[in-house]
């Protein structure tokens, strides 16, 4: 058994690693677990980590504004400084995952990635370049599906290295007994929005505030607005005129279980949300992907999500049409027959089963090379 350092920033993370770290321990590993401080927003994180029953045992705070990467890497390093881990597990793509990931390798102490190979191919987005540092540095690969393992094997990550396991938030919605709802008691439009691309830019901004107008003929609209769009949506003021609008209820970050009843409720959800993407597929509703690129593929080919961007009022436009062809009778009824790519729910107990297997330890080890027999790396054996 192992002894697992697990840092996590953001509400997604808790959400998905909360029923890793379960399995880890009832399996008998040893797990430390990290608040690295990224989100300070109690709805974000602190929150939901009580909910969910994750306490950290060790509990980070970040400076504001600037230099809070370099932050990160410094509470990291001082983390691991302290605690005898054999293996650093992150997941995702915050920021706190190449910080762990850079940390733990400083430390000389293997590397896990949970949630690898995801690819947006967008060379815009952060998130992209967190996966990639971490893609460079993990020893260990938790792939969530054959799509993600094949990005990773394109990159030439060894396949004894990934490990397709699925994704933890089909453990969690298992856990918290959320069932799909029949398509026909299902109603209105679920919209979430936080993503800097979208809600940092003034014009996007505006076009989803339309956006949301309109998808009010759908049914009734319900719009829980994160920390950050609130904050734009002020600014901007386009707060008032979005709470005015008929048939759209504007709410603060709901809790975990209200949004999933939510979100099971709903005939389509709008959003630029990674994760949803993956609730929604395992709850059976279709989803409006406002953004351009995803790193959620299987939805895509599945035809139960749409990329629609909101960078002109023909996209905008697009999206609102997505959302009425999605929630027809008969789409809406074929996409909750779909089964859901992302995984069985049976996330953590593989990962934790993983990391106990004997035959996985010589991938953890960090041992230096030695080609002075003449032997040269790119020649195979």
């Known amino acids: 058994m192992k002894h697992v350092l697990v840092p996590f920033g953001t509400r997604p993370e808790v959400i998905k690693l909360a029923p890793v770290v379960r399995a880890m321990r009832a399996a008998g590993h040893t797990v430390t677990t990290v608040d690295t401080g990224q989100h300070a927003d109690a709805a974000m994180s602190g929150d939901v980590q009580r909910t969910l029953g994750l306490t950290p045992d060790v509990r980070l705070t970040l400076p504001t504004g600037s230099g809070r990467l370099g932050a990160l890497l410094t509470g990291a390093a001082g983390v691991l400084a302290g605690v005898p881990a054999d293996v650093v597990l992150a997941l995702g793509d915050t920021h706190t995952v190449p910080a762990y990931a850079l940390a733990a390798r400083g430390a000389g102490i293997p590397f896990a990635h949970l949630e690898a190979g995801l690819r947006s191919f967008n060379p815009r987005s ?15 690969h938790f ?35 959320i069932a799909p709802v029949p398509p026909t008691a299902r109603t209105g439009v679920l919209v979430t929005a936080h993503r800097a691309s979208n809600v940092d830019d003034p014009d996007r901004l505006a076009r989803l505030v339309d956006v949301i107008a309109r998808l009010a003929a759908i049914g009734p609209v319900r719009f829980p607005i994160h920390p950050r769009t609130r904050a734009r949506l002020l600014s901007a003021g386009l707060l008032e005129q979005l709470a005015a609008l008929p048939g759209v209820t504007c709410e603060d970050p709901l809790p975990y279980d209200d949004l999933l009843r939510a979100l099971a409720g709903a005939r389509v959800v709008v959003t630029d949300s990674g994760g949803l993407q993956e609730e929604a597929a395992y709850l059976g509703v279709p989803v409006v992907v ?3 690129s995803t790193p959620r593929w299987e939805g895509v080919e599945a035809g139960s999500a749409v990329l629609t961007g909101i960078t002109s009022d023909a996209e905008a436009s697009g999206a609102v049409a997505a959302a009425h062809r999605l929630s027809s009778p008969d789409t809406l009824a074929h996409i909750a027959s779909m089964p859901c790519p992302y995984g069985d729910g049976d996330t953590g107990t593989r990962v934790a089963a993983l990391l106990a297997d ?24």
Do not use: C, M, S
């Not at 370049?129 to 260990?140: E, F, G, P, T, W």
């Not at 060894?158 to 699925?166: I, K, M, N, T, Y």
């Open 143 to 177: 792939a969530p599906t054959a799509r993600a393992a094949a990005f990773l094997a394109a990159e030439g990550v060894p396949a004894a290295r990934v490990f397709v396991v699925g994704n933890p938030v089909i453990d969690a919605l298992r856990e918290h007994g």
């Open 126 to 140: 952060l998130e992209e370049v967190n996966r990639r540092v971490a893609a460079a540095i993990a020893q260990l």
């Open 358 to 381: 004997p035959a996985v330890d010589p991938l953890l080890a960090l041992d230096e090379p030695d080609y002075t027999d003449g032997t040269r790396p790119w020649i195979a054996a």
């Open 290 to 292: 406002l953004r351009r």
